[in-house]
């Protein structure tokens, strides 16, 4: 039997998690970008504008200002241009198609890497690892 995900109720879980308050526009936003996978606060607004015909930009700015201090937003700056978002999740790469835009998440391991950096002498707090180019679709064209 195939388990459905209730996504109003993940979003609020993800909310309440953060002891934020549970409101329909943050829900919105979280499963706005959840269905997306990257996704700029242009597209984000022009999505929620129909569900919510009077919220402005300024709110939409202000969640996504509040969901990346919580650490449930991560802000992708991989392309030249607006900013995208994701929801937060396990450590990956990013593949940005330079004819296309499409933004796409690769999981692989950067432990090989940070191993090197780390017998120099250096102490990486993180990784970000951001790959150009074709993507499939663009290459079948």
């Known amino acids: ?31 706005e970008i959840s269905n997306a996978g990257h996704i700029s606060t242009d597209q984000i607004y022009k999505k929620m504008k129909n569900e919510f015909p009077s919220i402005s930009a300024a709110t939409i700015y202000k969640i996504i200002d ?24 396990e450590p990956h790469a990013h593949y940005a198609c330079t004819i296309c835009g499409q933004i796409s998440d690769l999981y692989l391991s950067s432990e090989d890497l ?22 499939p679709n663009c290459c079948d064209k």
């Not at 509040?66 to 999740?89: N, Q």
């Open 66 to 89: 509040i969901f990346l201090d919580k650490h449930i937003l991560k802000e992708i700056r991989i392309t030249a241009g607006k900013k995208r978002y994701e929801l937060k999740k």
């Open 114 to 135: 940070l191993r090197q950096i780390r017998s120099k002498g250096y102490r990486p707090a993180g990784c970000e690892i951001y790959f150009y180019g074709s993507c």
């Open 1 to 31: 039997m195939m388990k459905t995900i209730d996504h109003k109720k993940a979003a609020m879980d993800i909310l309440r998690a953060k002891a934020l308050k549970v409101t329909p526009q943050r829900i919105a936003l979280i499963n």
